[in-house]
């Protein structure tokens, strides 16, 4: 059961970015929940990486609290986000389709701080090691 796109309310986009930011040059990681196509909490997670300038790997006791938060609150775990440190585009790196272990049903999300025009947040669906893009869209609430 994958979403074929993802609904970010706004806070939650804005908080996901601001965690983005404040961790250059490394990068950030995350869980997202919701429910059904709609992102409504920002779980920030611990970079735990041998060198979290080139990948990420969450910390593994705060990804547990997180997913009981979740279960707690009656929520879906829908997706994970990292960061890209400016200059690195928002797409799947080598390290991540070499770490692309993936959950059924959980998207990737990426978040690139590159553009002049601001962050770009791109979301991909991964199955069978592949890794497909799907819409990303923000609302208000
Ligand atoms: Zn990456």
Known sequence: MS???L???LPAYTQMLAHAAAMVPTEACGLLAG????????FPLPNVAPDPRLGFIGDRSATIAALRTIDRERLSWLATYHSHPP?????PSPADRRGA???PGVLQVIVS???E???TVRAYSLAGGQFTE???LTISE
């Open 117 to 119: 025009d601001g962050p």
């Open 113 to 115: 701080l590159s553009t």
């Open 101 to 103: 272990a993936g959950h």
């Open 35 to 42: 429910q059904g196509e709609h992102v409504s909490r920002v």
């Open 87 to 91: 200059g690195e585009p928002a797409v």
């Open 3 to 5: 979403c074929p796109r």
């Open 134 to 136: 799907v819409d990303v």
């Open 7 to 9: 609904h970010f309310y």
